[in-house]
């Protein structure tokens, strides 16, 4: 499953994502993993949740990257429940305009290795033309 939490910046998509992390580790028999920009979150998360921050990798430029780099994390962890990512809009060079494929690149990792993801993004459900909900949780 794909969950995707929208709406504009300020909207306090980052602290829902903290609650919903720090709640899943709670009761997950595999890993969470929070990946974020930089490592500001790190210490509202709680110390079982394997926290990544983009920063260190800033040679993930594009949307392909980022897919290959969180097909790296899988194959180094096959016990993955859920992975949380922070802010898609402000990692690497992504765009509004690249969602559609992420989005359904996602859902297609989801599906075939048994895993969750929740993605926040910084903009109305209006505003991602293209992007096929299909399949995904919205929460506002």
Do not use: W
Request: net charge negative; with cysteine; hydrophobic share 40%.
């Amino acid at each position: 499953m794909v969950t995707l939490l929208i709406g504009h910046e300020g909207a306090g998509k980052t602290k829902k994502m903290i609650d919903m992390a720090n709640e899943a580790v709670e009761h997950a028999k595999g890993s969470i993993i929070f990946i974020n920009k930089n490592q500001r979150l790190m210490y509202d998360l709680k110390y079982r949740i394997r926290v990544i921050c983009m920063d260190d990798y800033e040679h993930v430029t594009n949307s392909d990257e980022y897919i290959g780099f969180l097909y790296g994390i899988i194959s180094a962890d096959h016990d993955i429940e859920t992975i949380f990512i922070d802010s898609i809009l402000k990692h690497a060079d992504f765009k509004i305009e690249n969602l559609p494929e992420y989005i359904d690149r996602l859902k297609d990792i989801s599906k075939n290795y048994g895993m969750d993801f929740v993605v926040s993004i910084s903009a109305e459900k209006e505003e991602m033309e293209g992007v096929n909900f299909d399949g995904c949780a919205i929460l506002n």
